[in-house]
């Protein structure tokens, strides 16, 4: 008999179920894919779409799902797609999945995913994305130290299971073991506390909101906590949802209206502590 895919029922089903090793779902997949043994290798055999593949189980929340990217080909146009589905891919039939899974599968509903940035597809790179307790995804390349946020909109009140479009150029991706990389604790680490001193910036001449840290409300929806951190001008005073809205809109702070070029997660944890150096 096959191994039964389908998570425990319930809200802790994402926790329960992290500590269990990760490997892409073996029989919900693209027409095109093709995977190893292990399941931790999808290569798309032929075209550039249908290309599909899901995690084995469900991804709890700030748990990193790396991958390496092991071949790409260059006559085509597009690259790797990553994000979430609320959708048991166990309850899918494989014959039925879309070509894409932007923007058909995203389409029908219970899906968010996007393309990651072009410079992020060369062969040998890896990746890591997550998702934040408000439904954001963020990404880091090569285990950086500046995660950039890719999309909002994720619901995170049902199981998560991530998503792998590989799509265009990337022919071949690897699931790496988070284990042997980096654990939640290493996203933790990611989270970059405010500077005690404010950077060099049109900032300076600017009246910061009094007393404000990470944590504190949202200066924007006063709906959830302050979790992100705007570069160059380090405000932090909003949420990740609002971030994104903003680095999409006007792409300006709307504190001091210096032109936001990054967005990194913000430490609830580290208030009122000092970076190390």
């Not at 998570?7 to 693209?30: E, I, N, R, V, W």
């Not at 999808?42 to 071949?71: C, N, Q, W």
């Not at 990553?82 to 894409?100: A, I, K, M, N």
Request: with cysteine.
């Amino acid at each position: 008999m096959g191994a039964c895919l389908t998570p425990p029922d319930g809200p802790d089903a994402s926790s329960q179920s992290s500590s269990l090793p990760l490997f892409f779902h073996p029989y919900t997949k693209g027409s095109q894919i093709v995977m190893d043994e292990s399941h931790c290798i999808a290569h798309r055999a032929a075209t550039f779409h249908d290309g599909i593949v899901f995690s084995s189980r469900p991804i709890g929340l700030y748990e990193k799902v790396t991958l390496k990217i092991l071949k790409e080909e260059t006559k085509w146009h597009g690259g790797l797609r990553v994000g979430f589905t609320w959708q048991d891919p166990s309850l899918l039939e494989p014959s039925e999945l879309p070509p894409f899974a932007c923007p058909n599968l995203v389409q029908q509903g219970k899906t968010r995913a996007c393309v990651l940035p072009e410079e992020y597809g060369a062969e040998g790179t890896v990746v890591s994305f997550w998702v934040d307790s408000q439904g954001c995804v963020f990404c880091s390349v090569d285990e950086e130290a500046g995660p950039s946020v890719l999309l909002a909109g994720v619901s995170v009140s049902s199981p998560l299971w991530a998503l792998v479009d590989v799509y265009g150029r990337a022919k071949a991706v690897q699931l790496l073991d988070p284990s042997s990389l980096s654990t939640n604790a290493d996203v933790c680490s990611l989270l970059l506390p405010i500077p005690d001193e404010q950077t060099e910036s049109t900032c300076q001449s600017f009246h910061r909101l009094p007393d404000r840290h990470p944590g504190d409300e949202c200066a924007v929806c006063f709906g959830y906590k302050a979790n992100t951190m705007m570069l160059p001008c380090s405000h932090a005073n909003f949420c990740s949802c609002c971030s994104l809205k903003i680095l999409k809109t006007s792409g300006r702070c709307p504190l001091c209206r210096q032109k936001v070029k990054k967005i990194l997660p913000v430490s609830v944890s580290a208030k009122g502590e000092s970076p190390e150096g």
